[in-house]
């Protein structure tokens, strides 16, 4: 099986072409074993790329766990890059599928390569049903979250996939953001807290300005990642429904920036940053 490793900020994925070739027989397993960062080939999951009926490619995403998410946005760009630049459709705006539906996508073109993405992430989901989460309100905004022994004020956006973000000024008790250790002690518990059905990707959040934020991850099913790109357009919108930040955002992560708004002309997130291909390589058993 040939595939391409990828990534967008350091949000890596190993990719294949299943346009041109047949896809896996066992995707959830292979995500597992070609994940694995000492025995695979390293990854923070699995990403087929598919045909489609609807748009120029379907996109299929797996997490390091082998569960399947609905939606990734580094994943996302990544996946129009290569669509681009591997002649599968060779067009400045492309229409990807998605578990979340069909995303627009347009393409900064040098060399005849796409270098940065600009991706409509579409509406926000604010109902909390919808999320999911029990959590009360639509959305749940600033409402406690218990996380023995702490309790965090969290506001929960789905941008296809759930998200929990958590603002380093709405609590006190919180330790410095640039300790890493902050999440890996509450990140898990928050991924699986049981107020989330369907599990969650955590987010720490200090906001330098209305422009301008940090944050960092816990991806459900993956665990610490270099960025998220769902998860920084639902930081963008938390910032709006909180008053920390304007609709334009910067969001550094540690992998990279990335470039945020949350437009008020069609309630749409965009998101644009990188895209970047790594080598390409053979795996014996698909």
């Known amino acids: 099986m040939r595939f391409t490793k990828m990534h967008g900020i350091g949000n890596d994925y190993v990719y294949v072409d299943c346009v041109r070739q047949k896809p ?42 082998g569960s399947e998410s609905e939606m ?37 073109i040098k060399g005849g390569k796409a270098e940065r993405v600009r991706v ?22 600033n409402v406690s979250l218990l996380v023995p022994p702490t309790a965090f004020r969290v506001t929960c956006v789905s941008m296809g996939n759930p998200h929990a973000v958590i603002f380093e000024q709405a609590n006190e008790n919180l330790l410095a953001l640039e300790d890493r250790d902050l999440v890996v002690e509450f990140g898990p518990a928050i991924e699986n807290n049981r107020v989330f059905p369907r599990r969650i990707n955590a987010h720490f959040v200090k906001v330098h300005s209305p422009n301008e934020v940090t944050m960092r991850t816990w991806e459900r099913g993956s665990g610490i990642t270099l960025a998220c790109g769902t998860g920084a357009c ?43 291909e790594v080598f390409t390589g053979e795996w014996p058993s698909a």
């Not at 292979?30 to 009926?53: K, N, Q």
């Not at 996946?79 to 681009?84: D, E, P, Q, S, T």
Request: some cysteine; glycine content about 12%.
């Open 234 to 276: 639902a930081v963008c919108v938390a910032g709006v429904l909180t008053g920390r930040t304007g609709r334009k955002l910067i969001a550094h992560l540690p992998g990279g920036d990335l470039e945020l708004e949350w437009s008020e002309a069609d309630n749409c997130v965009y998101m644009t940053g990188p895209a970047t």
């Open 24 to 65: 896996p027989s066992d995707p959830t397993a292979l995500a597992v074993a070609v994940s694995d960062r000492h025995y695979g080939i390293g990854a923070d999951g699995l990403i087929l790329i598919c045909p489609s009926e609807r748009a120029d490619a379907r996109m299929r995403m797996f997490n390091a766990d």
């Open 72 to 108: 990734c946005g580094n994943g996302l760009r990544c996946v129009a890059k290569f669509v681009h630049d591997h002649g599968i459709a060779t067009k400045p705006k492309l229409a990807i599928e998605t578990g979340r539906g069909v995303l627009t996508v347009e393409l900064e």
């Open 120 to 141: 409509n992430m579409g509406e926000p989901i604010l109902e909390s049903a919808k999320i999911p989460t029990t959590l009360p309100g639509d959305p749940p905004v």
